[in-house]
């Protein structure tokens, strides 16, 4: 029981480390934020960012690379 527990924790613990990797890279190496449709409102003492092609495209992203992982 706990070896199958040991190895969810583990699993998770590298995906969280890719996905982290990814957020402090991403914009740099693959222009993500700063896509068109993206929503940025700036003002003097205000500034408003939704990130929206963004997120779709991570999402299918995402979802893809899920469904690979799940038919195994």
């Known amino acids: 029981m ?3 527990l040991g190895k969810t924790i583990l699993i998770f ?3 969280m ?3 982290g990797v990814l957020m402090i890279t991403g914009g740099k190496l693959f222009g993500l934020g700063r896509l068109p449709g993206d ?3 700036q ?4 500034s ?3 990130p929206v092609a ?3 495209i991570l999402s ?3 979802t893809i690379i899920i469904n690979i992982l799940a038919r195994r």
């Open 39 to 41: 929503i940025l409102i």
């Open 54 to 56: 963004t997120s779709i």
């Open 43 to 46: 003002k003097e003492n205000f």
């Open 17 to 19: 480390v890719v996905i």
């Open 48 to 50: 408003f960012y939704f």
């Open 2 to 4: 706990f070896e199958a």
């Open 13 to 15: 613990g590298l995906v």
């Open 60 to 62: 299918i992203l995402i």
